[in-house]
C-alpha cells in the first residue's frame, strides 16, 4: 500500500538538511534568548517584527525536519515553542487593534501556522506511538477546518497516512480509527475535498485493517467498508477484496455470484480476472469459480494471452482430480497449436511444466503407463527433428518409464532421440547405461560409465556455466554403481565406484564407497586365476591410497567426526595389514601394503595395539627393502632401496621407545633386528657411522653369540668389507662361546674357522708376525676345546690340520722358525 503525504520526504532527507538541522537549532536557541529579552516590547505592540516572524518559521522548520529524517523526539521541544509563541500572539490579536482588516489578515495567519504545528505535533506523536496525543491534536486541527476549509485535503491524507504507518506495524485498531477519520474528514467539504479515487482507496485499507484485525468480529464492518470504496469509484481491487472477505465469511454462494457480477459489465484486465477465479477455486467454490472461468473467454477472444485461461482451468481440474476433463482440455490446445491458435511462449512453457508435472506424479505413484501419456501430450508440441534440451529430458523421462515397463525396444529409441538432442549430457548416458546393465552388456555398461565420470569431471569444472547441482555426477554415479550391483554385475559397479570415489566430496560417502570397492575386487580377486590377479592388487593399493590422502584432508570437513575419522582409519589399515600378509609371495607388494597400512595407522589413536603394528609394519617393510637389494639389482636401485629401509628403521626405533614404555619386552626381538637391519643398511651404504653404531654393541654385555656372528657375517657381505669389524664381530662372539658352562663344540668350530680364514687368508705371500701370532692362539684355543670334547666335529679338526700344516711349510719356505 502506498503511503501517500503532503511533504513527506523522510525516506529521502540529504545529509545537507540533516547538518542545516544541526546548525538551525543553535541557532534557534540564540533568536528565542533574543525575543525574551525583548518581551515587554511584545507585549505592548502586537505589531508582528520580520524578526519574530522568522523565529516563528524556523522552530516550525527545524521541528518538521526532525519529524522528516525519523528523529520525532527531538522535534518536540521546537514545535512547543512554536505552539507557545503562536498561542500568546492569538490572545494579543484578539484584544482588538486600530486596524480591523489587518487584525483579520494577522489572525488568519496565526491560524494557518496554528494548524500547520498541530499536524507536526500529531506527526510527533504517531511516530513515537503516542495515540492519545495524536488524537487530540488531530481533532483540533479537525474543529479549525471550518474556518481554513482549504486544508480539508491535507488533513484526509494526513489521516490516511497514519492509517497507513499502523497497519503497517500492525495496529489495526489505531490503523481503522485513522482511516475512518481520513474518510470523515474527506466528506467534509466537498469543494477541497480528496477525489473519489483516494477516498476508496482508504476505505480499502479500512476494510482490510478489519479483516485482518479479526474477521469474524469485523466482518460487517469490512464489508461495508469495500462496499462503500466500490461505490466511490469501483477498482478490481477492491472488488476483489470484497469477494476475499465474503469467502472467508463463509458466505453463500449466491452472494458471491453477486460480488463476481458487480464487474462483469466493466473494463477488468485479464490477470485479475485470473487472480480472481484462482481465489474462487482455492476456496473451494468450484461451481461459482468454473462458471466465471468459463465466462472469461469470452471477454478475451482478441487477447494474446488467452491460453492463460486454459491453463489455469487445467490446473485446477487436475488440482480437483478431474483428470479426463483436464486431457480434454489439453487435448484441444494441442489441436489448437496445429490449426493457428499456438500458445504464446511462456504460456506454453507453462502447459510442458503443467503436463510434466502430472507425469511425474504418475511415475511417483508407479503407473507408468499414465505418465507416458502425460509425456507424450508434450511432445507433441514439438516437430520433427527438433533439437531442444527440454526435448531430451522429456526423451529421457520417457525412457525411464519405458524400462519400468520391460519395453526396451522403445526406451533404446526414446534414448536415442535424446542423444541427437543433447548427446553430452549425463543423464543421457545414465540412460545408455540402464540399458545396457538391463541387457547385461557389460562392455557397453563399462564404456558408458566411463563417459559419465568424463562428464562429471566437466560438471564439476563448469557447475555455474551449467547451472547444474554440484551434486549431480556423484549422484548418477554412485546410483549406476547400485544399480550394477542390483543386477549382480561386480566389474560394472567397481568402475562406477571408481569414478564415483574421484568425485566424492563427502567424506563419509567417499569411504563407503572405497570400502564398497574393498571389498568388491577382494571377492573379485579370490574368484580370479592367479596371472589374472596383479591389476586387481595395483588397484587395492589405489584405493587405500586414496583413503590415506582423504583422511589426511578430512580436518578440515566439519560433519565428519574424529570418531568417524578413526574409525575408517583403523577398518582400512587392517584391510591394509591383512592384505600384506596374504601377499607374502610378492615382497614388493607386501611392502607397499605395510608401508600404507602403517600410514594410516597414524590417524589412530596411538595405544599399545596401534604401536605394535607399527613397529611391525615399519620393521616387515625394512626387512623387505633390504631382501630385495641383496637380489640382482643396478647399484643406484640397491642405493635407494638401502636408503628406504634405514629410513624405515629410524621411524621404527622412535616407536620403539615409545612403546617399551608401555609393558616389558624383555623377549622381543626387535632391538637385536634393529641393531642388524641399521648394521646391514649402513654397511653397504658404506656409512661413515657405522663405527659409532657398533661402539654402543660392544659395551653391551648381552650381545647374543648368534647376533655377533651375523654381523661378521654382513661386515663382509658385498658390497660392504669392513674386515676388522668382522674380526672383532668374531672374537666378541667367541668369547662368549667360551664363558659358556658347556662349550658347543658345533658352533664354536664354525666360529673359528671363519675368524682363522679371515686371518689367514689364501693366496698370502707374506704374513705378519703378529698376525702369525694371533692366529697361534686361535690353535691354542681349539686344541684345547679338542682334548676336552668328543664333539668337536672331525671335518673341522681335518681343516685345522691342514691350514696349521699349510701355515707351517708356508713359514719353512720363507725361512722363519719362529712358530
Known amino acids: 500500500m502506498l503511503h501517500l503525504s503532503v511533504k513527506d520526504f523522510r525516506h529521502e532527507r540529504c545529509l545537507s538538511e540533516i547538518e542545516e538541522l544541526k546548525y538551525r537549532s543553535p541557532t534557534l536557541d540564540m533568536c528565542i534568548k533574543e525575543m525574551r529579552s525583548n518581551i515587554a516590547f511584545l507585549e505592548s505592540d502586537y505589531i508582528f517584527t520580520k524578526n519574530f516572524h522568522f523565529l516563528l518559521q524556523m522552530s516550525m522548520k527545524t521541528g518538521k525536519g526532525w519529524i522528516d529524517i525519523g528523529k520525532a523526539d527531538l522535534a518536540d521541544g521546537f514545535l512547543e515553542i512554536a505552539m507557545s509563541s503562536i498561542e500568546k500572539l492569538y490572545a494579543k490579536l484578539l484584544k482588538g487593534s486600530d486596524g480591523e482588516a489587518d487584525i483579520h489578515v494577522h489572525k488568519t495567519d496565526v491560524e494557518k501556522n496554528l494548524f500547520k504545528v498541530l499536524s507536526y505535533q500529531a506527526e510527533s506523536a504517531v511516530a513515537q506511538g503516542d495515540f492519545q496525543k495524536a488524537v487530540k491534536c488531530v ?5 479549525m477546518l471550518m474556518k481554513l476549509p482549504k486544508e480539508t485535503c491535507y488533513l484526509s491524507i494526513l489521516c490516511y497516512n497514519f492509517g497507513v504507518e499502523t497497519y503497517e506495524w500492525k495496529r489495526y485498531e489505531q490503523s481503522s480509527f485513522w482511516l475512518s477519520q481520513s474518510y470523515d474528514i474527506g466528506k467534509m ?20 485493517a478489519y479483516f485482518e484485525w479479526d474477521c469474524s468480529l469485523y466482518l460487517d464492518k469490512a464489508l461495508k467498508a469495500v462496499s462503500l470504496a466500490n461505490q466511490e469509484n469501483l477498482h478490481p481491487a477492491g472488488v476483489f477484496l470484497k469477494v476475499k472477505i465474503l469467502l472467508k465469511s463463509g458466505a453463500s454462494d449466491e452472494d458471491i455470484n453477486s460480488a463476481v457480477a458487480e464487474f462483469l459489465h466493466h473494463e477488468m484486465s485479464l490477470d485479475f480476472c485470473l487472480n480472481t477465479a484462482k481465489l474462487l477455486l482455492e476456496h473451494g467454490r468450484e461451481s461459482v469459480g468454473f462458471d466465471f472461468l468459463k465466462s472469461v473467454p469470452e471477454r478475451f477472444e482478441s487477447s494474446p494471452d488467452l491460453g492463460k485461461i ?20 489439453v487435448e484441444e490446445i494441442i489441436i489448437g497449436h496445429y490449426t493457428g491458435k499456438q500458445l504464446l511462449p511462456e504460456a506454453l512453457n507453462q502447459l510442458h511444466i503443467i503436463l510434466w508435472d502430472r507425469a511425474a506424479k504418475h511415475y511417483e505413484a508407479k503407473s507408468y503407463s499414465e505418465a507416458l501419456h502425460w509425456y507424450n ?51 543421457t548416458k545414465f540412460c545408455v547405461y540402464k540399458i545396457a546393465v538391463m541387457e547385461k552388456d557389460t562392455d557397453k555398461a563399462v564404456e558408458a560409465v566411463i563417459e559419465m565420470g568424463k562428464l562429471a569431471e566437466k560438471l564439476s569444472q563448469h557447475e555455474d556455466e551449467l547451472r547444474v547441482d554440484e551434486n549431480t555426477g556423484t549422484n548418477l ?33 567417499l569411504f563407503a564407497a572405497l570400502k564398497c570397492l574393498v571389498r568388491l575386487t577382494l571377492s573379485k580377486f579370490m574368484a580370479e586365476k592367479e596371472e589374472k590377479r596383479d591389476e586387481d592388487i595395483n588397484s587395492m593399493l589405489t584405493y587405500l591410497t586414496l583413503a590415506h590422502k582423504r583422511l589426511a584432508e578430512s580436518f578440515t570437513e566439519e560433519k565428519y567426526t574424529g570418531d568417524m575419522r578413526i574409525l575408517d582409519a583403523h577398518w582400512f589399515r587392517k584391510v591394509a595389514w591383512n592384505l600384506a600378509v596374504q601377499f607374502r609371495d610378492c615382497p ?33 617393510a625394512a626387512a623387505v627393502d633390504l631382501e630385495m637389494g641383496r637380489q640382482q639389482v643396478t647399484p643406484s636401485e640397491q642405493t635407494e632401496l638401502l636408503t628406504q629401509a634405514l629410513q624405515h628403521i629410524q621411524a621404527c626405533k622412535e616407536i620403539w621407545k615409545v612403546l617399551k614404555l608401555t609393558g616389558d619386552f624383555a623377549k622381543d626381538p626387535t632391538d637385536t633386528l ?4 641399521e648394521f646391514e643398511a649402513r654397511s653397504k651404504l658404506n656409512d661413515p657411522t657405522l663405527h659409532n653404531l657398533m661402539e654402543s654393541v660392544w659395551e653391551q654385555p648381552q650381545t647374543e653369540v648368534k647376533t655377533l656372528e651375523i654381523i661378521a657375517s654382513l661386515a663382509m657381505e658385498s658390497p660392504a668389507r669392513y674386515p676388522v669389524l668382522c674380526k672383532k664381530a668374531l672374537k666378541s662372539a667367541l668369547n662368549l662361546h667360551r664363558k659358556q658352562p658347556v662349550i658347543d663344540a658345533v658352533k664354536f668350530s664354525k666360529c673359528l674357522h671363519s675368524l682363522i680364514n679371515l686371518s689367514l687368508p689364501t693366496g698370502l705371500t707374506d704374513l705378519d708376525a703378529c698376525v702369525l701370532q694371533e692366529v697361534w692362539h686361535y690353535f691354542e684355543d681349539a686344541l684345547s676345546v679338542v682334548s676336552s670334547t668328543d664333539a668337536y666335529p672331525e671335518t673341522e679338526i681335518l681343516w685345522l690340520m691342514t691350514r696349521a700344516w699349510n701355515t707351517g711349510i708356508f713359514q719353512y719356505t720363507v725361512d722363519d722358525w719362529s712358530l
Open 477 to 509: 554415479l554412485s546410483l549406476a554403481a547400485q544399480i550394477a550391483l542390483e543386477n549382480e554385475q561386480q566389474v560394472v559397479a567397481i568402475k562406477a565406484l571408481e569414478y564415483l570415489s574421484e568425485h566424492l566430496q563427502d567424506c563419509r560417502q
Open 139 to 143: 481533532q483540533r486541527c479537525k474543529d
Open 310 to 329: 486454459a491453463l489455469l482451468h487445467i490446473e485446477f481440474l487436475l488440482q480437483n482430480k478431474r483428470e479426463l476433463l483436464a486431457k480434454q482440455k
Open 377 to 427: 501430450y508434450s511432445v507433441s508440441f514439438y516437430t520433427p527433428g527438433q533439437i531442444d534440451q527440454n526435448l531430451a529430458k522429456l526423451q529421457r523421462n520417457m525412457a525411464s518409464c519405458y524400462l519400468h515397463l520391460k519395453q526396451v525396444d522403445k526406451a533404446k529409441e526414446a534414448v536415442k532421440e535424446a542423444e541427437r538432442c543433447d548427446p553430452n549430457s549425463i543423464f
Open 588 to 620: 614388493e607388494k607386501m611392502r607397499d601394503f605395510f608401508l600404507l597400512s602403517f600410514k594410516l595407522s597414524q590417524f589412530c589413536p596411538s595405544d599399545k595395539a596401534v604401536l605394535i603394528a607399527q613397529k611391525t609394519c615399519l620393521l616387515m
Open 189 to 208: 467539504d466537498m469543494k477541497y475535498s480528496v477525489s473519489k479515487e483516494m477516498q476508496a482507496k482508504v476505505l480499502r485499507l479500512l476494510a482490510t
Open 674 to 677: 634393529l641393531l642388524l637391519y
